[in-house]
């Protein structure tokens, strides 16, 4: 058993140099996987991440389309409540001395607090509340809308109706509201 123990150390001996070699080729085999393992995996994270990036500008995007959607569908409600009203005003001969926008008319009115009131009016209060989600400048237009709309209210006499309703048609000019619309929305 001496005579093998001893063939294996002699033979140790003689080769210990390769050993050595071959144990330093494959440390520097090991460190390129390694490293070739790390360069891999930032290139996958940089890959992701730029993803990451696109999906987040996309996402963007779209909210931003949205959310003018929106803003141009409120704009459009308080349009449609405007015309509405100044067709109601024009059109419908309820607004008449001593009363308000309201009435015993199932057929037209929405019931308030217990008050009949006329829908093209709760429209217009509806399309005051949505400006001001829209713009302050948008706001302060409509509230002047309003102001006009209610000064057409318990009017006492025939002649302070033609004056405020005069007033109502100089101010509710419907081309100059569009414009006016676009440019503070």
Known sequence: MSGIFAGIVSWL?????????????????IFFLDWRERV????????????RRLQHTETTAQMEIW??????D???E??????NFEYFVVHSGK???????????????YSVYGFKVFQPY????????????????????????MADADSLQR?????????????????????EMAVKLRELS
Do not use: C, M
């Open 40 to 51: 891999s995996a930032q290139t996958e994270r940089q890959q992701q991440e730029d993803e």
């Open 122 to 145: 709760l429209d217009l209060q509806e399309a005051f509340y949505l400006s001001r989600l829209v713009s302050e400048p948008l706001f302060e237009y409509i509230k002047q809308r």
């Open 13 to 29: 001996v003689k080769y210990e140099a390769l050993a050595l070699w071959l144990e330093g080729i494959a440390l520097v085999f």
């Open 95 to 109: 607004v008449v001395v001593g009363r308000e926008f309201s009435e015993d008319d199932p057929e037209h009115t």
């Open 155 to 175: 009017v006492p006499d025939v002649d302070s109706l033609q004056k405020r309703t005069q007033e109502f048609h100089k101010n509710w000019d419907v081309y």
């Open 67 to 72: 959310r003018k959607q929106i803003h141009a």
């Open 78 to 83: 308080i349009w449609k409540a405007l015309r």
């Open 74 to 76: 409120s704009v459009r």
